[in-house]
């Protein structure tokens, strides 16, 4: 890259994706400061079951850039593989009882695009990952065994170490921010407090807000975000290793002997107040953890340590949302549903092109101008 000494970046988002591209731009000698409406971590990246694949169907172009995505991740975990807040033990999936085809047809999509797959039937299970109920399986089930899982709030601690020691300008509890524009071009961010930070470049990357946040700019990105939870547990114990999505729960270890968990069937059952904040009722949560427990090898007793819940960032097509805004040179969006496991690599590319000018072609298909 060329000289980036005097290249500065603001960056509104406290999460995965603008902690990681603020680290990237560190890297290559720009300056950086990060602002966050309340504390890291503190919306969907604290909130997230952030599983590491590119399971299922999806656009070949989205389909690349996960598989980037769990690379950068397995690079990572490949330079310490102790650590207990990113593993790799494989995807395990199933459907509910009559759809024992649709499930065929997923494995049979999945070996058709070269990703490992195993079509498993439930006594078989065993053999490739442990700690399962099998009897919990009605028919059949999807393996993935590339597939891992990483605590996003973990991650985040450990990418501001490296951010703290390059120099990088952290800003927290700023409130709302908003996008300075001068003739046309963003040129800084201000916060609800007035504090004005000048910049070269800003990105936006505050998951489900990033849409108001420039819609002043006079940009529309369709939101289809919904509101959902994670809930995590009490330690137990358990050998667990796998990500399993299932009819009645999504499931996930996580560090500490602990399980994330995750569904949407209880989004009925979630109110918004008006102050924003969300509610559930305590036997709802109780019921998700009892789901859970059905998955695991001899049906722990799971019991809800804590929950949050807030909106899951998903751009109103489905597809990720990223890179410089057409109508507003300089300013930068980062909004995408796969947040974790696009986490590292998205980071890198859009800190590429903020302080290059170039456009990733991983990113052609992504632009916020398809909106437009």
Not at 120 to 134: K, Q
Not at 161 to 174: K, T
Not at 175 to 191: N, P, Q
Not at 317 to 330: A, N, R, S, W
Request: glycine residues 12%.
């Amino acid at each position: 890259m060329s000289s980036t000494a005097t290249k500065h970046v603001a960056i509104i988002g406290g999460g995965i994706l603008g902690v990681s591209t603020a680290v990237h731009l560190l890297r290559e000698g720009a300056s950086v400061t990060l602002l966050t409406e309340c504390g890291l971590a503190s919306e969907a990246t604290g909130r997230s079951l952030s599983w590491l694949n590119s399971a299922g169907e999806r656009s070949t172009p989205y389909h690349q850039l996960r598989l980037a995505g769990v690379d950068r991740y397995r690079t990572l975990f490949a330079a310490d593989p102790s650590r207990e807040w990113l593993q790799f033990g494989g995807g395990l999936m199933w459907n509910a009882a009559g759809q024992r085809e649709i499930t065929e047809a997923r494995h049979a999509y999945e070996k058709s695009i070269g990703y490992d797959s195993r079509l498993l039937e439930p006594e078989a299970v065993a053999a490739f990952t442990p700690g399962i109920d099998a009897g919990a399986i009605p028919e059949n089930a999807v393996f993935n065994p590339g597939e891992g899982w990483v605590s996003l709030p973990d991650l985040v601690d450990f990418l501001m170490e490296e951010f703290h020691e390059r120099g990088g300008r952290l800003v927290l509890n700023a409130g709302k921010a908003s996008v300075v524009v001068d003739d046309g071009r963003a040129v800084g961010v201000r916060t609800m407090g007035g504090e004005t930070y000048d910049a070269d470049a800003v990105l936006v990357a505050c998951g489900a807000a990033t849409p108001a946040v420039v819609a002043p700019l006079g940009v529309d990105i369709p939101n289809g975000s919904p509101v959902s939870m994670l809930v995590l547990t009490k330690p137990v114990e358990h050998n667990v290793r796998t990500v399993m999505n299932t009819p009645r729960a999504a499931v996930r270890p996580n560090p500490g002997s602990t399980f994330a968990l995750d569904h949407d069937w209880y989004e009925e059952h979630i109110t918004e107040h008006g102050d924003g904040s969300f509610s559930i009722p305590d036997d709802v949560v109780q019921e998700l953890a009892d789901e859970a427990s059905k998955l695991i090898a001899g049906n722990p007793e799971l019991k809800p340590a804590s929950w949050k819940i807030g909106y899951k960032p998903i751009p109103g097509d489905g597809e990720p949302v990223l890179g410089e805004l057409g109508q507003v040179p300089g300013c930068f969006v980062a909004f995408t549903h796969s947040g974790a496991t696009l986490g590292l690599v998205v980071g890198e590319l859009l800190a590429g092109e903020i302080l290059t000018g170039g456009k990733h072609p991983m990113l052609a298909t992504f632009r916020p101008s398809r909106f437009s």
